[in-house]
């Protein structure tokens, strides 16, 4: 969801970084033939990932939900030279096609894609990281976060995606909603997580940025 005005939200995109021609193709291709199309974050947020993470310089990212690849590549483009993204979806069927673009992208030996439930997956991966994306179920986010923030180098940046979740967080709650709810929990975590600073930005659909100190 957009938050603001389409004519505001069409000139910020005018005036914002073009979008790479293999994530343009990859953008259409998943928008025919892949299902729920909208889940891919897009020409906008994804130069915002691709900017952070430039400015980050990132020598390990963990992504937690790659879809069809779009973001992973986004922020694949601030990873230093000898730097990995480790990238996790639970959907088999979306395998060869984030495959087929992380091979055409120059950053096919930086990528490494783990098919299976983030939840599993992330203790098994020995390794600390500089950036994390958080974008998989969102009932699952406050795990991950437990999971990941005694991985996290100092100084290290996560990212977390939809945490505003189509407003539904201004809303009243509707109890079986289990991603709002998950949501909710979530970013009253982050706001109050000693070890971090958080700010939530207006994003899309909103995207928090956290800082470890
Ligand atoms: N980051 C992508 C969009 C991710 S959509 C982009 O911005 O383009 C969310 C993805 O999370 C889906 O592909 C879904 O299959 C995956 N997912 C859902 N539950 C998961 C789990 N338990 N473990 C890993 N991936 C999961
Ligand atoms: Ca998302």
Redesign the pocket.
């Known amino acids: 969801m957009h938050f603001l005005p389409e004519a505001i939200d069409d000139y910020i995109v005018e005036h914002s970084a073009k979008e790479p021609e293999l994530l343009a193709k990859l953008n259409r291709e998943t928008n025919q033939k892949v299902l ?1 199309p909208r ?4 020409h906008y ?2 130069r915002v990932l691709s900017l952070l993470s430039k400015m980050k310089s990132p020598k390990s990212i963990l ?10 590549l986004c922020l694949a483009e601030g990873l230093v030279e000898d730097g990995l993204l480790h990238t ?4 088999e069927e ?1 395998v060869d096609f984030q495959k087929k673009y992380f091979e055409a992208s120059v950053y096919k030996e930086q990528i490494k894609q783990y098919l ?4 599993e ?1 992330i203790p098994t991966i020995g390794e600390k990281f500089d950036l994390v ?1 958080i ?3 969102k009932p ?1 986010y406050p795990a991950y976060y437990e999971m990941i923030i005694g991985k996290m180098n100092k100084g290290g940046v996560i990212l977390s ?1 939809n945490v505003l979740w189509s407003g539904k967080v201004i809303e009243t709650l509707n109890e079986e909603d289990e991603s709002t709810k998950m949501l909710l929990k979530y970013n009253e975590l982050l706001a109050n997580d000693e070890r971090l600073e958080t700010v939530i930005l207006p994003i899309r659909d909103g995207l928090t940025l956290s800082r470890v100190k």
């Not at 992504?63 to 992973?72: K, V």
């Not at 299976?116 to 939840?119: F, I, Q, R, W, Y």
């Open positions: 729920q889940m891919l974050s897009g947020q994804g992504e937690i939900g790659t879809y069809t690849g779009y973001s992973a996790i979806d639970i959907n979306l299976g439930d983030a939840l997956i994306f974008d998989a179920d699952n995606d």
